[in-house]
T-cell receptor
Framework: SQQGEEDPQALSIQEGENATMNCSYK?????LQWYRQNSGRGLVHLIL?????REKHSGRLRVTLDTSKKSSSLLITASRAADTASYFC??????????????FGKGTKLSVKP | SQTIHQWPATLVQPVGSPLSLECTVE??????LYWYRQAAGRGLQLLFY??????ISSEVPQNLSASRPQDRQFILSSKKLLLSDSGFYLC?????????????FGAGSRLTVL
C-alpha cells in the first residue's frame, strides 16, 4: 500500500522562524491531508488539499501539492513554541468509493525553541 | 457537536491477559470507525475499520480483534496479549459514505504489556 514519507524526521528551529516539512508518496491520490500530534495525544486534522489543487492556506499554514512529483510540503510561518508537535501527512487513494483509508507517514517531529 | 471518547487512557497488562479498549462517538450517525496503533517513534498503522454495525475489516493479521456492537461504539480486544502489543492505540471516526475521509481522533490509550 502507498505511504507518505515525511522529511525531515526531526526539525528544530527558533521561535519566529518558518518551518517546512515535506511529504512524498508513491501512487496517485485523491487528496492529501496533514495532521498534528502533541506528545501523548491524539492527532488533529490541520488541512486537506485535493489532487486538483496546488496550494492552500489556513492561518499560518501553507500547503503545496505537486502531483507530478508526488510530493507535498507544509509550511508553518512565524512559528511559536506551541507549534512543537509531530506532523503527519496522510494520503487517500479513494477514487469516489465508499471507503478510502488514510495511510500515514512516520511524521516530522518539530521542536520550536523560545 | 461531535465528540469521541476513548478509554482507558493508560493500561498496564501482563503477557497473556485479555484486553478491551472502548471507543464511543457522540453527535453523529453511521460514522466510519477506525483503530490505529502507533509504536514508539513511528507512524500510525491501521488495524481495523468499520463502515457499519457488525462490519469489521482487518488490515493487519494479529491476535487483536474488533467489534462494533452499536452504531457509535467500537471495541478493540485481545484474548491473550503479547509483548509486541504494547503501543499507543488511537480510535478515530469519519463521516460515512463517499468522499474525503477526514479523521477525528480520540485522545488515545497507552498500553504497556509486561
Amino acid at each position: 500500500s502507498q505511504q507518505g514519507e515525511e522529511d525531515p524526521q526531526a526539525l528544530s528551529i527558533q521561535e519566529g522562524e518558518n518551518a517546512t516539512m515535506n511529504c512524498s508518496y508513491k501512487t496517485s491520490i485523491n487528496n492529501l491531508q496533514w495532521y498534528r500530534q502533541n506528545s501523548g495525544r491524539g492527532l488533529v486534522h490541520l488541512i486537506l488539499i485535493r489532487s486538483n489543487e496546488r496550494e492552500k492556506h489556513s492561518g499560518r499554514l501553507r500547503v503545496t501539492l505537486d502531483t507530478s512529483k508526488k510530493s507535498s510540503s507544509l509550511l508553518i510561518t512565524a512559528s511559536r513554541a506551541a507549534d512543537t508537535a509531530s506532523y503527519f501527512c496522510a494520503t487517500d487513494d479513494n477514487y469516489g468509493g465508499s471507503q478510502g483509508n488514510l495511510i500515514f507517514g512516520k511524521g516530522t517531529k518539530l521542536s520550536v525553541k523560545p | 457537536s461531535q465528540t469521541i471518547h476513548q478509554w482507558p487512557a493508560t493500561l498496564v497488562q501482563p503477557v497473556g491477559s485479555p484486553l478491551s479498549l472502548e471507543c464511543t462517538v457522540e453527535g453523529t450517525s453511521n460514522p466510519n470507525l477506525y483503530w490505529y496503533r502507533q509504536a514508539a517513534g513511528r507512524g500510525l498503522q491501521l488495524l481495523f475499520y468499520s463502515v457499519g454495525i457488525g462490519q469489521i475489516s482487518s488490515e493487519v493479521p494479529q491476535n487483536l480483534s474488533a467489534s462494533r456492537p452499536q452504531d457509535r461504539q467500537f471495541i478493540l480486544s485481545s484474548k491473550k496479549l503479547l509483548l509486541s502489543d504494547s503501543g499507543f492505540y488511537l480510535c478515530a471516526w469519519s463521516v460515512g459514505g463517499p468522499g474525503a475521509n477526514v479523521l477525528t481522533f480520540g485522545a488515545g490509550s497507552r498500553l504497556t504489556v509486561l
